[in-house]
C-alpha cells in the first residue's frame, strides 16, 4: 500500500508483484535485489546482515543505507504495535 501510494505520488510505474515475491530485477525499483536482499536479512535478523548492509551501501550510499534501514524499521514497528494491540494477522501473513 504504501510503495503504491508513493510510486503515484512520483508518476513512476513499478511490478509490485516481482518486488514482493523477492525478484526485484523486474519490478522497475532501482537497485531492488540488494533492498530486498536488506529488508528480509534485517527482518529474519540473518548471519549475514553485515554483508548484506554493505552491499547496499555499495550501491545507494550511506544516506541511502540509512533511509533502507530507517524504513525497514517502520514497518516493523507497525508489526510490532499491531501485535501489541491484539489486531488479527491475516492467515497468509501468518503461513509467511
Same mark, same amino acid.
Given at each position: 500500500?504504501? /510503495?503504491s ?10 511490478d /509490485?508483484?516481482?518486488?514482493i ?6 519490478s522497475g525499483?532501482?537497485?531492488a ?5 536488506f ?8 548471519s549475514?546482515?553485515s ?6 551501501s555499495?550501491e545507494v550510499g ?8 530507517i ?6 514497528? /507497525?508489526?510490532i504495535a ?8 491475516d492467515d497468509?501473513?501468518?503461513?509467511i
Amino acid at each position: 500500500m504504501f /510503495l503504491s501510494s508513493s510510486s503515484e505520488a512520483i508518476n513512476s510505474s513499478l511490478d /509490485l508483484g516481482n518486488a514482493i515475491n523477492g525478484s526485484g530485477f523486474q519490478s522497475g525499483v532501482p537497485n531492488a535485489e540488494s533492498l530486498i536482499a536488506f529488508t528480509e536479512s534485517a527482518n529474519r535478523q540473518t548471519s549475514n546482515l553485515s554483508q548484506v548492509r554493505k552491499q547496499l551501501s555499495e550501491e545507494v550510499g550511506a544516506e541511502g543505507m540509512v533511509d533502507a534501514a530507517i524504513t525497514v524499521s517502520i514497518f516493523q514497528s /507497525l508489526n510490532i504495535a499491531a501485535d501489541c494491540s491484539g489486531i488479527r494477522i491475516d492467515d497468509d501473513w501468518v503461513t509467511i
